[in-house]
């Protein structure tokens, strides 16, 4: 008998949603940075075993919206978890509870929607705070697990997949069983691009990054890749690309190591920088990068 369930990972940004997502899948489909707001679509992570499929939607953090692009995030968000069986919710165990979690809670209270609750980054803090954590936590809701993990180096994250197999019901798979993720592999280059852009730049230069891919020639043993990085300020473009365009061509080797990896193929990149001033402030900036509804 098949079973399958829609599971969303949601929470504030930078909690570990993503390695969570990367570490029950065994292999990288969402990009991990240290800075916050790194995930900014919804990306569907899928574990077949045996009669069963996860399906699991991995969301950008939901924090307090600036600009348009932060309402699309947070829009993408709170839909995706509307649209799950389940939730796991993720926070960073020693960070006080916030507004996004309580926002949460109310939301699993209201439809009755079962949630775990992941602990996560426990590597970074001592057992008394573990406890005091669940303690808080426990006052506000009774989840139907509560899992404290590593997801950076795997610990618990077993014990997670174990509490969310409650969730799956009875039905046929709704993907195929060897599919990881709905992501093509532009996406999957734009996203490994900006990844190492979010990984190099500092400040507010890399919120305001949005790769394009312009051209992918898949020839068998070689992919050729032509991306455009677009940034908001003519200033941001200088330090993106660097002296002598040194910077550009760190961030283009990471990447086409990673890319090269992941296609199993020799991977031509050719990258160029350009600036599109404030496209993260109008409708129209976004739906340039496509991030739109539908
Ligand atoms: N110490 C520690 N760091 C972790 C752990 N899990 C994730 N991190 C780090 O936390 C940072 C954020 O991780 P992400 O997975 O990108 O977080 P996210 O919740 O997806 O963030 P957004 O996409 O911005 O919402 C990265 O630097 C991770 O390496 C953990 O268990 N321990
Ligand atoms: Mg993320």
Same mark, same amino acid.
């Given at each position: ?12 940004p930078n ?16 990009i991990v940075s240290s800075k916050p707001q790194t995930t ?21 953090g ?86 404290? =993990?590593?997801? /950076? %180096? &795997?610990?618990?994250?077993?014990? *997670?997949?174990?509490?969310?197999? !409650?969730? $799956? ?25 900006r990844e190492?852009l979010l990984r190099t730049l500092n400040k507010e230069i890399p919120h305001g990054i ?29 330090? =993106?690309?660097? /002296? %002598? &365009?040194?910077?550009?061509?760190? *961030?283009?080797?990471?990447?086409? !190591?990673? $890319? ?35």
């Open positions: 008998m098949k079973k399958t369930g829609f599971i969303a990972i949601v929470g504030r909690v570990g949603k993503s390695t969570l997502l990367n570490s029950i899948l065994g292999e990288k489909v969402a900014r679509n919804r990306i569907i992570g899928i574990h077949t075993v045996g009669d069963d499929q996860y399906v699991f939607l991995d969301t950008p939901i924090f307090k919206p600036r600009n348009s692009l932060g309402s699309y995030m947070v829009k993408t968000a709170n839909s995706s978890m509307q649209d799950a069986d389940a939730v796991i919710l993720v926070v960073d165990t020693g960070k006080p509870i916030s507004e996004t979690e309580k926002n949460v809670i109310t939301y699993l209270k209201r439809t009755e929607t079962p949630g775990v609750l992941v602990l996560n980054k426990i590597d970074l803090y001592r057992r008394e705070q573990i406890a005091e954590t669940i303690a808080a936590y426990s006052e506000l809701h009774s989840f139907d697990a509560v899992v404290p =993990i590593c997801a /950076k %180096n &795997g610990k618990g994250v077993d014990e *997670v997949l174990d509490e969310c197999k !409650a969730f $799956l019901g009875e039905s046929d798979f709704f993907f195929p069983e060897d599919m990881v993720t709905d992501q093509s592999e532009r996406q999957v280059a734009a996203e490994v691009i190492k949005a790769v394009a891919i312009e051209e992918f020639k898949d020839e068998g043993s070689l992919v050729s890749i032509r991306a455009e990085i677009f940034c908001e300020k003519a200033s941001h473009k200088g330090i =993106i690309v660097g /002296k %002598n &365009g040194e910077e550009l061509k760190r *961030v283009g080797s990471y990447a086409r !190591a990673d $890319l090269e990896a992941i296609f199993g193929a020799k991977v031509y990149l050719n990258l160029w920088v350009k600036v599109k001033e404030n496209w993260r402030d109008s409708q129209r900036g976004i739906t340039d990068f496509g991030f739109t509804e539908d």
